[in-house]
């Protein structure tokens, strides 16, 4: 079968599209005849060598798709169109699969759409609600809110707790999206100092939660814009990792709550009940169209490095797609 | 009455013992004769011009003594034996304290020993299981064993969750003496690297739960010696405030959830409920002998300058308590 793998010797670090074996399915895995994957920045930083935690050759960690063999599995059967969370392997032709964390593809959506399902809006409900613990009605900071994840967590904060939502991004355009998809307060980062515009906004009080991808350049405005007892969750560092010149005394008077978090090093059993549990609340607001993916560009196999290259520039509002169809 | 207060115009902020006109208590706050008063490091900055919310000129933040006004409280009657936290006035003949989170001195304890529980054990407690949720049998390290909140943390943790206890401290006397409260785990902060200590003495696990007094000097070491998916609170810098070179990506990493916490600027809701539930579940500890109020020192009123000296010198081994009886 094919699968893209980072070139031998590239210093680049650029991806082919190479002939692979095909994988053998592990008991309670599923074999997945992959009809389109999605790019994750995991992917990029896996493509860079700097992941330290991927074992596949073959990149990827998100697929939608059809099942080929249950392999013993009474919860699929052969046919069944299935999305989910994959331990790597994902850009290729087949893919494995934890049968436990498998996901049927909520009714009325195409399998791309499917693929842009499982890695946003996964890490959107993990953080706010394991984690950051969104409670009805209260006010949540979603910080690049055009992003996947970002437009994930808009949905599922206004759908599931009609919470308020505040986003930053930086155009007019993306925060338009972000508005369509709830988004009640809307912070262009480039033309206003978000923090300022937060205490306005809440009389002072600053937000409940905060949903934090960008970590460093973001860090002193985010301290203002809590809430005192606030929770933080710091779930990307786009905006750098690195830190000087922390006060821990703010963290210590505002009561504050940071928490760091990854999906895709998580164990396969944390994997396995977060997915089970989205499915179980949030398959019926895709189906009656509350809820949506959002995939802004689909890309043949062949053009990953194109679609790589696309993230990189921040250009995309939602999902990248890649098509295995042609493949 | 007679009070402490700062020395008006004074480089050194020295303490001095003034004439004072008696407090009045408010609707729903007991006028109590202050027996004992107890310092704290809320008290040093206050005395400094640091606290940045202390209103009462009196310093002192919790007191022992004797009920002589119940205005109208059904809780307690005259001539009960109280402790508890006050909003500033502690260190004087008579104090005001909110009747709700007033706590009789458990039976067969002295004044002298009611003053040495509030603060630390409150501070102890909520660190542990309101923030820190330090459940049966988990791996505690506990900072400053021998400080007043550590004496305290070290027999709740060991008494109410039969917790392994991983204690520092910077002397063979303070060890020692952390071992006779329960402390499992004994590290010279001095002579050893705690986290290497530490990641030995767990298989290299790490702890559950970190409770952190000094802050910046310990960061990466706290970061090496905590489990993934740990809590580490701080609610302490004595080590320094200031931070440099922060990792964000070693939080997000390791799942680590970091909440900063203080005890006296919180609501006197927030000082009503703890003080209730900490009464309810561990006054029969105090009554049995199983858990006891660490006291190192008494010094009398017109001593507070040598006890604040005192503990500025780190030389304590819990509580330093100052004797109103003669004042």
Redesign the interface.
Known sequence: MKGVVVKQGDTRNELELATMSQPEPAHDELLIKVHHAAVNRTDILNREGKSGYAVNPILGVEVAGEVVDTNGSELFAAGDSVMGLVNGGGYAEYAVMPADRAMKIPESLLFAEGAAIPEVFLTAYQTLFWIGKLQHQETVLIHAGASGVGTAAIQLAKQLCNAQVIVTAGSERKLQFCRELGADILINYKEQSFDEEILTKTDGEGVDLILDFI??DYWDKNINSIKHGGRWV????LGG??????????????????????LT?RSDAYKEELSQEFSRRVTKYFERGKIRPIIDRVYSIEEANEAHKYMEDNRNIGKIILDMNNA
């Open positions: 970590g460093a710091l779930i990307g560092v990792g690195e830190l000087s010149n922390v006060n821990l005394m703010s963290i210590m008077s505002k009561y504050i709550q940071l928490t760091g978090t990854l090093p």
